[in-house]
């Protein structure tokens, strides 16, 4: 099992660009996240999905969509991006629910600069 | 609201040194701690639960709620200890006949721990 996998590693973009970062699961979980990492303010949750069709906003969801169309994808957009945007980001799934419904288990991290 | 503080970002401590992470919580509920470790290029994962009251690694942590602390310790800090040391919270939604669910997890700040040689 790959476990969680991101998609792309690195990017470099400008100012005002749009990208989309992919996360995919093969360990048939219901709830997946994106997180965002900076120096100094640790993992903050930007956006997650509960299943299939569903997202909700995190902490820090503003300037990010996302969209969970298959249980397994859950993907995160930069329509415009800014400097501020400029991050390591880190997608994570976990069951949500059942005995061991509280860990999540991360991807290997995206890091985006915008230039 | 819930929010978790780890008031280092860094600590630096001798091989063989005993080691202390501390984490500081804010919740009205009862909550579920966790600490998770991101070793050196490697991904982010789950080192211990507090419900669990195990020892992962030679690292034990004791929930405090009088504190509201739970501080993640070593007697004996090895140079593979070194990695990013995340604290978290959450809370237990239900738990009933019909299963149990998690809230989100909130992260602290982080600690980079170092041990020297």
């Known amino acids: 099992n790959a476990g969680v996998t991101q998609t792309p590693k690195f990017r470099v973009l400008k100012t005002g660009q749009s990208m989309t970062l992919l996360c995919a699961q093969d360990m048939n979980h219901e709830y997946m996240y994106w997180y965002r990492q900076d120096p100094g303010m640790g993992l903050r949750l930007i956006h997650y999905s509960v299943g299939e069709g569903t997202t909700a906003k995190g902490e820090v969801p503003d300037g990010y969509n996302v969209s969970r169309l298959k249980k397994q994808n859950f993907l995160l957009g930069l329509e415009s991006a800014a400097p501020s945007q400029t991050s390591v980001y880190f997608c994570a799934s976990s069951y949500g629910e059942g005995t061991f419904g509280y860990e999540q288990f991360f991807g290997p991290g995206t890091r985006l600069t915008v230039l | 609201a819930q929010r978790v503080t780890q008031p280092e970002k860094l600590l630096s401590v001798f091989k063989g040194a005993p080691v202390e992470l501390k984490c500081n919580y804010s919740?009205?509920?009862?909550?579920?701690l966790f600490w998770y470790v991101q070793y050196s290029r490697q991904r982010l994962q789950l080192l211990l639960r507090?419900?669990s009251r195990e020892s992962i690694k030679g690292f034990t942590a004791d929930l405090n709620k009088g504190e509201t602390s739970f501080h993640l310790k070593k007697p004996f800090a090895q140079e593979e200890d070194s990695a990013m040391y995340y604290c978290a919270l959450t809370r237990l939604i239900t738990a009933n006949a019909g299963g149990t669910s998690y809230g989100k997890l909130t992260f602290g700040q982080g600690t980079i721990l170092t041990v020297h040689p």
């Open positions: 919740y009205s509920g009862s909550p579920e």
């Open positions: 507090h419900i």
